[in-house]
């Protein structure tokens, strides 16, 4: 499992381990030689989770008579009557998706993603269509399964698409992966994001979305979630083999915003550079005068262009996406307080007590005791 999701999924997994007594082992199907039948026997599984997600585990004859539940399975298997699925919330990814688009006041969308083989796409496109003729906007879908996996394919058959889309264009791909070559492509061809398009992908792993340029607005899908569902449901299907079939599904947990939607005033590179700077580095100690130095202006030149640009001065900016990392831990029940400060880029607790109260009108303590409810269906480590 080398996908960030699938990361996360097997972490989930292993934690509902811990608290059923049961131990996992992880097999990367694809890297082994051996028929699975071989890699069943050997391992005499009590229950298996199979993650279908790569649309690779339609056959399941392999596993004989293992209990087994399939996680974010093909559509042929999430339609069957007799396979234990757990599922992603597709539609409520769609209409968090949909809401970040429609706030930058695009007329036409679209959606790039894959054909009904690959069940979490199709869904995905489902809601999208369904909602935007709702809306009555107009817009337009790519979904091809030969891309599947090719990315020189993928950016092949994409790259027509996106030259013949009406501007500026809210476009939705179906994964972050999908995203990264619109945007490789966008920017080999001189279409400018934010501005010409602005784009959302899923599974927001940080390590991909603040490192692309610009940096991508993604859905949090609640993969540790997910992972944590699928081995509660195995658990029981072990301990009762017999029971009713059950079909879990796991919702995302929001939405992060950045550039790729960001209504921005500016055909500035530089401006458009120093958002991402601040927000890759915002927690890690950041100054404005990093920004500054960016620009490679004047300090007066930078912080004018940068506010026409955003409405914003520079240390504003950066104080805002530290407070959106201390929203996301205050979330978490498991964080205690005192660390946050350092974690997102202040020195002192104190400070960030003080600049906290003047914001929120409370104490961090106050806010996660009134959040509380939000915070256990949003964090992903509940």
Not at 279 to 293: I, P, T
């Amino acid at each position: 499992m080398l996908s960030g999701s699938r990361v996360h999924k097997l972490a989930g997994a292993r934690e509902a381990c811990s608290h059923l007594g049961y131990h996992i082992e992880e097999i990367e199907t694809s890297r082994i030689e051996d028929p699975i039948e071989r890699v069943i026997r050997y391992w005499a599984p009590a229950g298996c989770i199979l993650d279908d997600s790569g649309n690779n585990m339609s056959d399941t004859s392999a596993y004989a008579d293992v209990p087994l539940v399939h996680l974010d399975p093909s559509e042929s298997v999430l339609s069957s009557p007799h396979a234990f699925t757990v599922s992603s919330d597709n539609r409520q990814i769609a209409d968090l998706a949909v809401a970040e688009l429609a706030k930058t006041g695009c007329k036409h969308f679209a959606f790039l993603g894959w054909d009904k083989h690959i069940a979490w796409s199709y869904r995905r496109e489902e809601r999208v269509c369904e909602l935007l003729k709702r809306m009555n906007r107009p817009f337009s879908v790519m979904n091809d399964t030969s891309t599947f996996y090719n990315k020189t394919m993928l950016a092949t058959r994409s790259r027509p698409f996106l030259a013949e889309l009406p501007r500026p264009c809210g476009i939705f791909a179906a994964n972050d992966d999908f995203a990264a070559t619109v945007l490789d492509i966008c920017t080999t061809d001189g279409i400018r994001i934010p501005g010409d398009m602005f784009i959302v992908g899923v599974d927001d792993d940080p390590v991909v979305c603040d490192n692309l340029r610009p940096s991508l607005s993604s859905v949090r899908p609640g993969f540790v979630n997910a992972g944590r569902i699928a081995m509660s449901l195995l658990a029981k299907l072990i301990d009762n083999p017999r029971m009713p079939v059950e079909k879990k599904v796991y919702h995302p947990l929001g939405l992060t915003s950045r550039l790729s939607t960001r209504l921005v005033n500016a055909q500035s590179k530089r401006v458009l550079s120093a958002l991402d700077l601040i927000r890759r580095e915002a927690c890690n100690g950041l100054k404005a005068s990093d920004v500054v130095m960016s620009f490679g202006t004047s300090e007066r030149q930078a912080e004018i262009e940068f506010k026409n640009a955003t409405g914003k001065r520079i240390t504003q900016e950066i104080t805002d996406v530290r407070f959106e990392h201390v929203i996301e831990l205050l979330k978490r029940p498991s964080q205690t307080i005192a660390p946050i400060a350092n974690l997102c880029g202040w020195d002192s607790d104190i400070y960030l007590k003080r600049l906290f109260k003047q914001r929120f009108g409370m104490s961090m303590r106050e806010w996660r005791r009134l959040n509380q409810g939000s915070a256990n269906a949003s964090d992903p480590d509940t």
